[in-house]
């Protein structure tokens, strides 16, 4: 089995304990909250490591602040998901990932990190700056942080909140985002005050020109 195959197919193992429709906890929405889905994601990340050796989750989302954003594959490598390590995560795309408030790996993903920390507000010196500015701003209380301004003052690749359900700011229209992709675009009302979810930081780094991947982009696992 070749290496991304291996690395994706392996988060989708039944195992004991799995939740209750068979499959790891691993997948992460916009809101950041973990699920038990399907679907696979397009990337990988992680917050540390946090799951037990039975490779149960624990109750902690994050041991570490470098929350980053990987391919799911690099160099030939292979893993064992949820093994001794961190606890391998996955995201639809990109968009997703930001707002959940990860941030691109600066090795496997080297030059989107470049870009990244270069269009990031207050010219951080390196990753460990540009993770505590994050950290503040995407989690209050340990919760998810959910700030409010205008809707057109929001650049592609933001991630708002309505009625319980994430949308993405795309092509000047919102698309209802699902683990399985987007759905077909709403009007967008530039007017109208809405919660947004994708940390103000990475707001600021979209409008200065950070372009993310979309789910489309990314070759799905065999």
């Known amino acids: 089995m070749d290496t991304d195959t291996r690395l994706l197919c392996e988060s989708e193992l039944k195992f004991p304990g799995a939740h209750a429709v068979g499959y790891r906890q691993n997948r992460v929405d916009p809101f950041g909250d973990f699920h038990a889905v399907a679907e696979r994601g397009g990337l990988m990340g992680n917050r540390g490591r946090l799951h037990r050796d039975s490779r149960g989750l624990t109750g902690r989302r994050w041991t570490s602040r470098h929350w980053i954003l990987c391919v799911c594959v690099f160099k030939g490598r292979r893993r064992e998901v949820w093994g001794n390590s961190y606890t391998e995560l996955f995201f639809l795309d990109e968009p997703t990932a930001l707002a959940a408030g990860h941030r691109p790996c600066f090795e496997c993903r080297r030059e989107a990190a470049k870009a990244f920390l270069a269009a990031f507000p207050g010219r951080p010196r390196g990753a460990d700056a ?6 503040r701003e995407r989690v209050e209380n340990r919760a998810k942080r959910i700030w409010r301004t205008r809707l057109g003052n929001l650049p592609e690749g933001a991630m708002i909140a309505r009625g319980g359900r994430a949308y993405a700011v795309r092509a000047g229209a919102l698309s209802p985002w699902s683990f399985a992709g987007y759905g077909a675009p709403a009007p967008l009302e530039p007017n109208a005050v809405i919660d947004v979810l994708t940390p103000p930081s990475t707001v600021a780094a ?10 489309e982009t ?3 696992a065999a």
């Open 130 to 135: 540009m993770d505590e500015a994050l950290h």
């Open 218 to 220: 990314l070759r799905p």
């Open 206 to 215: 979209l409008k200065s020109g950070y372009r993310p991947l979309w789910a």
